[in-house]
């Protein structure tokens, strides 16, 4: 019988310990502006929450079945299976909510940029969280499903740059033939040749420092 008592007392603290975890993750999350307008929450718990819940009635069924057969080491092990899947259960509520903006998304309280993403580590395991690796080597868990949700806000701000480099490019080129205007109008055809080739060679130029800089910006050399 006492291995019963030394389990449960074992099963109890470890349960203490991860809703002073869960409690502590929900204020940092409040903190950084989760439970805000600001950020979208995608919720992917429910999957997860049923199979914990279906474990610690499984935990609860083998508590009963030890005592009823006097097997106390199985009454044990029930009592530590239904003790840690609930605290998973509710735990479920912070690690598969994902909250996210057009910048940023929310990581156990932790804001992660998306222009600070270096990589993406997945594991072969299904269903296994996907580490974000950022440029100063920290790794933040995300649940699988959010995966796509960062790569496609970070496809937009990339597409945003993009744009902004090909305005940029742009607006350097107009400008660079009206200040030329007047030599073109009073130019030979070779003269006017060789504006021409020019403007485009440091248009060119210009184009290449713009796109540089979203492309280091996502970690990738030209």
């Not at 060789?194 to 420092?209: H, M, P, Q, Y």
């Amino acid at each position: 019988m006492w291995i019963v008592a030394f389990i449960t007392v074992v099963a109890v603290l470890i349960f203490a310990s991860r809703m002073k975890e869960l409690k502590n993750a929900r204020e940092a999350i409040a903190a950084a502006g989760g439970i805000s307008s600001k950020y979208q929450c995608m919720d992917f718990s429910k999957g997860p929450k049923t199979a914990y819940l279906i474990l610690s009635v499984v935990g609860i069924i083998s508590g009963i079945y030890g005592y009823t057969i006097e097997d106390y080491t199985t009454v044990a092990l029930g009592v530590l299976i239904f003790f840690l899947f609930l605290a998973e259960f509710f735990m479920a509520n912070i690690q598969y909510k994902f909250y996210y903006s057009s910048t940023a998304f929310i990581n156990r309280g932790k804001v992660v940029r998306y222009k600070s993403i270096k990589d993406f580590e997945k594991k072969k395991m299904p269903m296994a969280f996907v580490a974000v690796i950022t440029f100063s080597g920290d790794k933040h868990l995300v649940p699988p499903k959010a995966l796509a949700i960062i790569q496609e806000q970070m496809q937009k701000k990339e597409n945003k740059k993009r744009k902004s480099a090909a305005r940029g490019f742009f607006i350097f080129v107009f400008f660079r033939l009206y200040y030329s205007s007047i030599s073109l109008s009073s130019a030979s055809a070779t003269e006017l040749t060789t504006i021409c080739a020019s403007c485009l060679t440091e248009a060119g130029e210009v184009w290449k420092v713009k796109l540089g800089a979203v492309e280091r910006s996502r970690g990738i050399s030209l």
